[in-house]
T-cell receptor, first 114, second 110 residues
Framework: DGGITQSPKYLFRKEGQNVTLSCEQN?????MYWYRQDPGQGLRLIYY???????QKGDIAEGYSVSREKKESFPLTVTSAQKNPTAFYLC?????????????FGPGTRLTVL | GQQVMQIPQYQHVQEGEDFTTYCNSS?????IQWYKQRPGGHPVFLIQ?????EVKKQKRLTFQFGEAKKNSSLHITATQTTDVGTYFC??????????FGQGTRLTINP
């Protein structure tokens, strides 16, 4: 089955620790995205990547970092500099960025920082 | 950048009643997409509208794109409990990234 996987589904960390969220896609999509969703809120863009070895900051990039070393993988690191990291994190992909096509989302990771 | 306002934020209906959510922009949109997120789930693409005045239907769901391409609506006829969730509109910003509305959360009394 083609799709996007995110692991783990639930993640607990102590305050001050960095944590990396995994996102893998086998759709052969060029573009990948990370969103943050807080309870009852919409989706806010953290980072996005249109091609391997390139990525751009979204609207709320502070306290986060990403890498795009492989087309299928786009891990997100939540650093200790992120002041309110507890949230639902969604990874998405899109066939390419240059045409209007749909985004496919992974199942998400719920991060709780204690 | 592109901003979209989505209203209402919440809507509670009795099963069988109709439901409508609206997405509005101050600028002309190139396209608009609609997504549904079930409680505890992730957003799933429903449809894309591109043409001025376009109307598309999916069973009980009707999607419209305004003539001026500045607004869109999603209408559900005779809601069912399976329609529960949050509905988001999203627009392309410079063909590089999607900007999502705040969403309309639909709850249904069976």
């Amino acid at each position: 089955d083609g799709g996007i996987t995110q692991s783990p589904k639930y993640l607990f960390r102590k305050e001050g620790q960095n944590v990396t969220l995994s996102c893998e896609q086998n759709l052969n999509h060029d573009a990948m995205y990370w969103y943050r969703q807080d309870p009852g809120q919409g989706l806010r863009l953290i980072y996005y990547s249109h091609i391997v070895n390139d990525f751009q900051k979204g609207d709320i990039a502070e306290g986060y970092s990403v890498s795009r070393e492989k087309k299928e993988s786009f891990p997100l690191t939540v650093t200790s500099a992120q002041k309110n990291p507890t949230a639902f994190y969604l990874c998405a992909s899109r066939r390419d960025w240059s045409s209007y096509n749909e985004q496919f989302f992974g199942p998400g990771t719920r991060l709780t920082v204690l | 950048g592109q901003q979209v306002m989505q209203i209402p934020q919440y809507q509670h209906v009795q099963e069988g009643e109709d439901f409508t959510t609206y997405c509005n922009s101050s600028t002309t949109l190139s396209n608009i997409q609609w997504y549904k997120q079930r409680p505890g789930g992730h957003p799933v693409f429903l449809i894309q509208l591109v043409k001025s005045g376009e109307v598309k239907k999916q069973k009980r769901l009707t999607f419209q794109f305004g003539e001026a391409k500045k607004n869109s609506s999603l209408h559900i006829t005779a809601t069912q409990t399976t329609d529960v969730g949050t509905y988001f509109c999203a627009v392309d910003q410079g063909a590089q990234k999607l900007v999502f509305g705040q969403g309309t959360r639909l709850t249904i009394n069976p």
